[in-house]
């Protein structure tokens, strides 16, 4: 079967947008480490020559179709979340009806781990996505929507190590539900964003007068 019977009549990037397409349909279907160029060609209809073109290394298709792909889930949301804590909290309802993705990122995290020319382009994305975090919990403060005594960069690191701690959990623990216990952190988190940290010099000050 020639799979690429009507490649010439489409310009290269409809075909990369295809090839990305069909990288994440074959990310959804089959276990990560089970995705080569191969499958993706089988599921985009392409000749596999035409994959290993368009992107010479895999590292690329695999940082694009995870940009295209996180893209695509965020169009369909009916209506802007009411806050930062909303936001992830939807996001982490996505990643349950959508878990292809949560597995493409626990890939990535071994490349953006490593001393590949791509590691830096994938840590860039988690250091973005704190940066989003953060400005959106400073406007949920500036609008008096969360309270916080600590800086918004803090509570945002914090915020997302429950966020992709609980991703991991939905993968290898299936039966914990995520959203509940998104809900109990967000509790916990909150209360401590309210507390103002004291200062190591007031505990000596306190010792001492004590």
């Known amino acids: 079967m020639d799979h690429d019977h009507d490649a010439p009549f489409e310009d ?3 075909i990369a947008e295809r090839i990305v397409r069909g990288a994440i349909r074959a990310y959804r279907l ?6 080569d160029a191969t499958i993706v060609a089988e599921v985009a209809g392409v000749a596999v020559e035409v994959v290993d073109r368009l992107f010479p290394t895999w590292d690329a298709l695999l940082l694009v179709t995870y940009d295209r792909w996180a893209q695509l889930r965020g169009t369909r949301r009916k209506e802007p979340p009411s806050c930062t804590i909303a936001h992830v909290r939807t996001t982490l309802a996505e990643d349950v009806a959508d878990p292809g993705l949560v597995r493409v990122l626990a890939g990535v995290l071994t490349v953006a781990a490593s001393d590949t020319s ?3 382009l994938f ?3 988690f250091d973005e996505y704190v940066g989003q975090l953060e400005a959106g919990l400073q406007r949920d403060a500036d609008a008096g929507n969360e309270h916080l005594a600590i800086p918004a960069y803090q509570a945002a690191t914090q ?3 429950v966020y992709e701690g609980l991703q991991v959990q939905m993968l290898v623990r299936p039966h914990v539900d995520v959203l509940v216990e998104f809900d109990r952190a967000v509790r916990t988190l909150r209360q401590g964003w309210r507390e103002r940290e004291v200062p190591a010099w007031d505990l000596d000050e306190v010792v001492l007068t004590s």
Do not use: M, T, W, Y
Request: hydrophobic residues 45%.
């Open 30 to 35: 089959h276990p990560f480490d089970a995705v």
């Open 12 to 14: 290269e990037q409809s």
């Open 159 to 161: 915020l997302l190590a």
């Open 118 to 120: 791509f590691a830096e």
């Open 123 to 125: 840590r860039k994305r």
